[in-house]
């Protein structure tokens, strides 16, 4: 069984920066990438940002290209979300999940943590 526990979300101003803590415990051997998406009210759950495992490649939707960073901490079992420039319209709520196999698909995904950007 594998947890994912987000942290570090809250309110902040357009502008300011936030990092996003996603810590993982059970059988991290299994992990094939890392994952954030977003979930802002009235809509669907999106793609931000992944992690592949093995090797460290990143990829990330265009909307965050250039003002996020995922990365990760492996003494930690922690990945991280490094938030810079936020703007309103990345006021969501943030998940990790963790897939087992691809990119595409996520066994495990944690409670969520509110950001939110006041203009």
């Known amino acids: 069984q594998v947890q994912l526990v987000e942290s570090g979300g809250g309110l902040v101003q357009a502008g300011d920066s936030l990092r996003l803590a996603c810590a993982v415990s059970?059988?991290?051997?299994?992990?094939?990438?890392m994952g954030w998406f977003r979930q802002a009210p009235g809509k669907e759950r999106t793609f931000v940002a992944a992690?592949?495992?093995?090797?460290?490649?990143?990829y990330y939707a265009d909307s965050v290209k250039g003002r996020f960073t995922i990365s990760r901490d492996n003494a930690k079992n922690t990945v991280y979300l490094q938030m810079n420039n936020l703007t309103p319209e990345d006021t969501a709520v943030y998940y990790c999940?963790?897939?087992?196999?691809?990119?595409?698909?996520?066994?495990?995904w944690g409670q969520g943590t509110q950001v939110t950007v006041s203009s």
């Open positions: 999940a963790l897939s087992s196999k691809s990119m595409f698909s996520y066994d495990y």
């Open positions: 059970g059988r991290t051997s299994t992990i094939y990438t």
């Open positions: 992690l592949r495992w093995s090797g460290g490649s990143t």
